[in-house]
Structures are given as structure tokens and as C-alpha cells.
């Protein structure tokens, strides 16, 4: 089911979700009295839903699927609204958020296909084919030809550095243009480094695994631990629950975020907090820093590929970072956003979907013990 007053809005709508399921019927409610009457006369299985509405709002338009269908995924996908908006929908048990935007197209369709793919979902098994979306082939596509890059690139860096060797006699200039050679060649290999993690997030996962992020969070630690301590950093935790997610993705994510807290740090020594939130089906999760900040107007760009705020003489990377913490999060059907500003630290907020209420709570209940 779409509601949406905009009927340009609807057609893209409707034009990308049955391109990734071309066996689905959308219908549209034109005021609450058809909306009612749809939800009783058809199979409903996702409603998305604007913010703003003519007849009525994103939330009045919750309540009204809640009551007639209890456990239909209510998706909002709206143009008007800010990150205090984003809290009042998942809060209030949408079961996501997306913003309206080029690409919101098409990450509406993803979260759906994803959520329809799940589980938890009560749907018919012929609802969702089974061949792989044109996204997935050209993921599987990129993703084999970063890998088959990967060989002569070792090779030109190889004997770049062979060269540079037998020529450590040769004039400035040759030295110098060797020198380009292996940087750049460096450089390249860390970026398909980074394409390949990008593209083996949620490779071959299992729908129904788990990760403790407990465990996930000593993990990235470890990996980061003399960055940790060259840095000085102090990181506080509070106790963490499981989620519906591959563990190495959940390390990825971990190591990531405090990665860009301990690179873009202030003068100051880090001070990192890792805290947790229930919501409605799923947990909020929040990487809190002292660090240098992020001005507003960057808040969406943060999270592109190879979009850097900062030269990379000043702090080296590829930019790739964040990017793949979003990835990540977007695989598991969650939502990532950062709330900053410049000088006074980032928080990034992550959701995540929950699995088994009571895991987390029993561990909770061992750790006060202890």
C-alpha cells in the first residue's frame, strides 16, 4: 500500500518497487475511510506512507494499520523532516525511515525486499523471487573485477619497488616520478581493499544469524587496540544486546566508527561512549566522541563514497569508511545518521533490527550481578 498525495512521487515509487517485484499490486487509499476499507478487502503485507499528508499524517496513518493489521511493516518516506522526526518514527514503530531523494527510490525498494526476505515476515514464499535483482549482478560484477585487479596491481608495485631499488644512484627527477609510481600504486591497492569490504558486506548471510556486540565490539577493539593506546583513548561501554546480524559485519561497523573518532580527533585525548536504546523491534545504537566535529551541511556527505571533508595530508584515508558503515547498516534493513558540530564532538546513530528480547535482557541481568 502507498500513501502519497503526490501523484509524480507515486509513479517512481511504484515503477522502482515492481522492477525488484514484478508480482506485487500497489494500491493507494485516497482518504482514512478507503484506507480501512483496503486494509480489510486485500493482503497487505508493507504500507509506506509520506509524513504530510492532505486527509491526515504519516503517525494517524500508523495507527490505522496497527489496529486493522498489527504486525504490517509501516514504512515512512517522506521529503519534510529532520533527525528529531527520524526518533518519532522508530520510536513510534515505523518499522523504517527514508528519506526522499534520488537514491531514497531505490533504498525504500532495497529496505522492503529485505524486510519482505526476512524471517519475521509472514509472507508466501512465491511473494519474492528467487533470481538475483539487477543490483545483485552488478554487485557480484564490481566485485570481480576489483578482486582480478588486485594481481597486476601487486605486480606494478612489485617491481615499481625493484626499480626504485636498482636506480638509487639515477638523478632526482627519476627517483622522483619512481616514487609517484609506488604511492600511487599504494593508494590504489587500498582503495580496492576498500571496494572489495564495501562489496562482501552481508555476502552469503545467513537470514537466520545473530551477533552479540559485546563480542563484536572486543573484536574491533583488538584490531584497533594500538591506535587505542597511541592514541589514549578512553572508550566507556554500557552492556550490549544481540542483533539480527553477520558478526563480521557488526566487527566491520564497530571498527569503523571508532576508527573515524580516533582519526578525526582534537587535541584533546579521545573519549569514546558506546551506548544502546530499545525501540520497537529494534536497537539504537550510538558511538559518541570529543572529536573535531562535522559541520551540518556535511552530515549526508560523510556517509559517500570518497567524499572527504579534510585533505589527506591532514588525515590520510580513502574516504571509505563511513561509507561502508552505511552499507553495513543498510544491508541489516537499519539506518545510520550523524548529529554534530564543529568543535563539540559527533554522535552517530545506528539502528539495528533486534533478535530474542530475552538474550539481551539475561545478559544484562548477569552483568548487574557480577
Not at 509472507?123 to 539487477?134: L, Y
Request: glycine share 6%; net charge negative; with cysteine.
Amino acid at each position: 500500500m502507498l500513501i502519497d498525495d503526490n501523484a509524480d512521487d507515486c509513479a517512481l515509487v511504484s515503477f522502482v518497487l515492481t522492477r525488484e517485484l514484478p508480482d506485487i499490486e500497489i494500491v493507494r487509499p485516497a482518504d482514512e475511510e478507503s484506507l480501512s476499507a483496503i486494509l480489510g478487502e486485500h493482503h497487505v503485507v508493507a504500507v509506506v506512507t509520506e509524513y504530510r499528508l492532505i486527509w491526515t499524517d504519516g503517525f494517524r496513518a500508523l495507527d490505522v494499520v496497527r489496529r486493522l493489521l498489527p504486525d504490517c511493516p509501516v514504512f515512512m518516506f517522506t521529503g519534510s523532516g529532520d533527525e528529531e522526526l527520524v526518533r518519532r518514527a522508530l520510536k513510534g514503530g515505523f518499522a523504517d525511515y527514508v528519506p526522499k531523494s534520488s537514491r531514497g527510490y531505490v533504498c525504500l525498494a532495497q529496505r522492503i525486499l529485505a524486510f519482505l526476505r526476512s524471517p519475521q515476515s509472514t509472507r508466501q514464499e512465491s511473494e519474492v523471487p528467487d533470481q538475483p535483482s539487477r543490483t545483485d549482478q552488478s554487485i557480484e560484477l564490481l566485485h570481480a573485477v576489483s578482486h582480478d585487479l588486485q594481481e597486476p596491481l601487486r605486480g606494478v608495485s612489485r617491481f615499481s619497488r625493484i626499480l626504485e631499488e636498482k636506480l638509487k644512484e639515477a638523478d632526482p627527477d627519476t627517483k622522483r616520478f619512481l616514487r609517484h609510481v609506488v604511492e600511487a600504486s599504494d593508494r590504489m591497492r587500498a582503495m580496492l581493499d576498500d571496494y572489495l569490504e564495501y562489496l562482501n558486506v552481508g555476502k552469503h548471510k545467513d537470514p537466520d544469524e545473530h551477533a552479540e556486540l559485546e563480542e563484536a565490539l572486543d573484536s574491533a577493539m583488538g584490531n584497533l587496540r594500538l591506535a587505542i593506546q597511541d592514541s589514549g583513548a578512553v572508550i566507556k561501554r554500557g552492556s550490549l544486546p544481540v542483533v539480527a546480524a553477520g558478526f563480521n559485519d557488526m566487527v566491520r561497523l564497530f571498527q569503523n566508527l571508532l576508527d573515524n573518532a580516533l582519526k578525526f580527533r582534537s587535541e584533546a585525548s579521545p573519549q569514546l561512549e558506546v551506548a544502546v536504546q530499545r525501540l520497537q523491534g529494534a536497537w539504537l545504537l550510538s558511538v559518541k566522541d570529543n572529536g573535531i566535529g562535522i559541520d551540518k551541511g556535511d552530515f549526508r556527505r560523510v556517509f559517500q563514497m570518497h567524499r572527504r571533508l579534510h585533505p589527506a595530508t591532514q588525515f590520510p584515508g580513502n574516504g571509505m569508511g563511513l561509507a561502508i558503515c552505511r552499507r553495513i547498516v543498510e544491508e541489516y534493513g537499519g539506518r545510520i545518521w550523524v548529529d554534530s558540530k564543529p568543535g563539540a564532538g559527533s554522535t552517530f546513530y545506528v539502528t539495528l533490527p533486534a533478535f530474542e528480547e530475552s538474550t539481551f535482557e539475561d545478559n544484562l541481568g548477569t552483568a548487574r550481578k557480577k
